[in-house]
């Protein structure tokens, strides 16, 4: 029970608490569950990210015993299961980054919320776009995404893909450095309200 004005617990303590009250796993999922899928959601549509950010969960829920509490942030230990499963979409992945190369139509994209005018400008840049992603190792584009769509710092993706923070770095400026020749020069992890 919390007190009004309390500070909620760290991710570390809520699922140190899971741990002997299952319940309580669930402030875990409702703090994090929205923001996993959002990445999923970019990454291989809203069908196959409810159930990707279903096992995301269920994996984590099932390894909390060995989370390790001395880590006050959870989100890097969701992302990176929420990132093994995506690999196992990756061929997924790959073959819709190429049909929108070549097509300009993204197959996981909310159109109901597009306008057309949009959709036309952008069709050009986003098959660059998707160009270049599909055209990356999955290593480096694994690292561009969660630095791009989950905000996650060098040293959160180090652990979240199990890999050092230098590997994290030289992953990240190679894909930036490729995605950035497609895109004539344009920042790809870089947002309009960051570079206005």
Do not use: C
Not at 25 to 37: I, S, T
């Amino acid at each position: 029970m919390r007190f009004a004005g309390a500070a909620a617990p760290s991710d570390a303590r809520v699922v140190a608490r899971s741990r002997t009250e299952p319940e309580a796993f669930a402030e875990l999922y409702d703090r994090h569950a929205p923001a996993v899928h959002r990445y999923v959601r970019r990454r291989l549509g809203e069908q196959a990210a409810e159930d990707v950010v279903a096992e995301t969960f269920l994996a984590a829920f099932r390894q909390r015993n060995r989370y390790d509490t001395a880590r006050p942030d959870a989100r890097p230990w969701l992302y990176g299961i929420a990132a093994n499963l995506v690999g196992k979409h990756r061929r997924s992945e790959t073959r819709k980054l190429r049909a929108l190369a070549r097509t300009g139509v993204d197959p996981v994209a909310d159109t109901a919320t597009e306008r057309v005018d949009e959709r036309l400008s952008a069709s050009s840049a986003s098959r660059r776009l998707a160009r270049a992603l599909a055209g990356l190792s999955a290593g480096d584009r694994e690292v561009l995404l969660l630095a791009a769509w989950a905000d996650l710092t060098y040293e959160q993706i180090g652990e979240a893909l199990s890999i050092p923070v230098g590997t994290v770095r030289s992953r990240l400026h190679r894909a930036r450095r490729k995605v950035r020749e497609a895109l004539g020069g344009a920042d790809p992890t870089r947002t309009e309200e960051a570079t206005e």
